[in-house]
């Protein structure tokens, strides 16, 4: 039988990825259902707090609200990745390997502002924030007046961030708690 | 007089046509191999490959050009006594220096690669892909391939294909097919991707009784990852392996092995492949320990919990030929 802990990818198991597995990692990432994921859950809240006010909250609101969230994120990856091949940078998430509740939730944390260089060395992720930040800009020209602000595109520059930490927890810890769930 | 002339001329040109012939028929084609028994390896052997431990790169390494071809990173150098090799950077570099040596171990062509944990390239300038991996001329984990060796050298223009060849239908032929999927390298390109993007050619060895013709595989990087077609392939990631390592063998049908094998010619390789031929290849894998494999992945800069965790799927693969040759 494959140990299972071979079943998940860690920091020490990263090796650079070549240029047709960047290609590959980004329409997987695309035609996943994080997409999805990450429109409905934005586009929830909003419909929840009826922001931006002028999409009403009615289901062609919600409409509105997911399709905004999907662009949006479409347009995050292709910046971050385009970013990411240029700047020989990794975003890829790998479970940090380590033990113990609080080092592992500080790893997951931090690694939403960081990335791998082809030699496996971290540094600030250039290209995930530059890929959140021209998203949330680039999507001011369809938001209503409401929501048509630079200080709206903060929010939702953090709201990408946010998501994104909330994502890499689950990657560090989902794949033990499931073993624990299903043993 | 003419005629004596004439007649004395054809009897030279017909002695000297039936000498060419004698000639020929001594020397002969030379014996075209896919497989020699292999030796019983040794600790140097896993250490060092079939290169040998006298070959091993020796610093300072000289740039001599970087090869943009393909999709590595990849340089060429001179080491301290004046010979080439071919570095490559990234994820092919555990492959391709692990799977010459588990390739030597069971009998199968393997070129003589090094892993070199760090070093530097003195005049290493102007680099394009390469310039993620060395740094001031000093780089991490590369895989060194020695060029130029007259005990191994390859034969340009004698691409072959997986239908089209010589020993279609031998267990030897079997086996390679089953390696190459044992290791999951879905690279396997032949001459119908044409000459220059073949992942198959012919060297010319030194055998027993004089130079041998060794067909096989030359190009292992895409191995130890996950088999299948452009989006799913992956290179050296022993999690994906894992994750592939149950779908291995898919079972037994009339006396045909099934495979989940997905690669270039995905269906040339996992065809074809009979119990006998499980059977044939079991007595050589089952003389690779677990301790070996996993000392070797280790040679090839894998880490502790990377050796480990491939050691174990390939284990667990062997396992399922014996369940199919049983």
């Known amino acids: 039988m494959t140990r299972p802990d071979c079943l998940v990818r860690e920091a020490q198991d990263f090796t650079p990825m070549t240029r047709t597995e960047r290609w590959a990692h980004f329409v997987n990432t695309i035609a996943s259902p994080e997409p999805l994921v990450y429109a409905l859950l934005h586009a929830g809240y909003n419909q929840a707090f009826n922001s931006p006010r002028e999409w009403h909250r009615d289901w062609s609101g919600f409409g509105y609200r997911l399709g905004d969230a999907e662009a949006r994120f479409l347009m995050q990856q292709i910046l971050e990745q385009g970013m990411a091949a240029g700047l020989g940078e990794d975003n890829r998430y790998f479970a940090s390997g380590k033990t113990g509740f609080g080092p592992r939730l500080e790893y997951a944390i931090t690694s939403t502002f960081l990335a791998r260089r082809a030699n496996g060395s971290r540094g600030i992720s250039y290209s995930f924030l530059g890929g959140a930040a021209g998203a949330a800009l680039a999507s001011r020209p369809w938001q209503p007046r409401s929501t048509g602000s630079l200080g709206t595109a903060a929010w939702t520059f953090g709201a990408a961030i946010g998501f994104q930490m909330g994502e890499n927890v689950v990657r560090e810890f989902m794949p033990r708690l499931a073993r624990v769930l299903l043993r | ?326």
Request: glycine share 10%; proline share 6%.
């Open chain 2, 1 to 326: 007089m003419k005629r004596l002339a004439a007649l004395a001329c054809l009897l030279a040109a017909m002695v000297a046509a039936q000498a060419q012939q004698a000639n020929r028929a001594i020397r002969g084609p030379l014996p075209r191999i896919v497989w020699r028994p292999p030796p019983r390896m040794t600790i140097q052997d896993w250490t060092c490959g079939p290169g040998g431990c006298a070959r091993t790169p020796r610093p300072p390494f000289y740039f001599q050009r970087e090869d943009t071809s393909g999709t590595n990173a990849k340089m060429y150098v001179r080491d301290a006594r004046g010979r080439t090799w071919d570095v490559k950077f990234g994820a092919p570099v555990i492959a391709e220096t692990f799977a010459p040596r588990f390739n030597m171990a069971l009998g199968y062509l393997g070129e003589y690669t090094y892993f070199v944990p760090e070093g530097k390239v003195v005049g290493a300038h102007r680099l394009k892909r390469c310039h993620y991996f060395v740094h001031d001329g000093v780089f991490r984990r590369a895989r060194f391939e020695l060029r130029g060796q007259k005990n191994l050298v390859f034969l340009k223009n004698h691409a072959w294909s997986w239908t089209n060849n010589p020993f279609l239908g031998t267990p030897q032929f079997a086996g390679l097919k089953i390696v190459i999927m044992l290791l999951s390298d879905w690279d396997t390109k032949d001459i119908r991707d044409g000459e220059e993007s073949a992942n198959v050619g012919v060297f010319r060895v030194p055998g027993l009784n004089g130079p041998e013709l060794f067909y096989g595989m030359f190009d292992w990087g895409a191995a130890l990852g996950r088999w299948g077609g452009t989006l799913r392939q992956k290179k050296s990631d022993c999690a994906a392996f894992a994750r592939d390592t149950p779908h291995f063998v898919q079972g037994v049908r009339g006396n045909m092995v099934q495979f989940g094998f997905w690669g270039k010619h995905g269906e040339d390789i996992r065809s074809g492949i009979t119990v006998e031929d499980v059977r044939w290849l079991l007595p050589w894998l089952r003389r690779v320990t677990p301790l070996e494999i996993r000392y070797a992945l280790k040679i090839s800069g894998a880490t502790e919990r990377q050796a480990g965790c491939w050691t174990n799927s390939i284990q667990d693969r062997i396992r399922q030929l014996e369940a199919a040759a049983r």
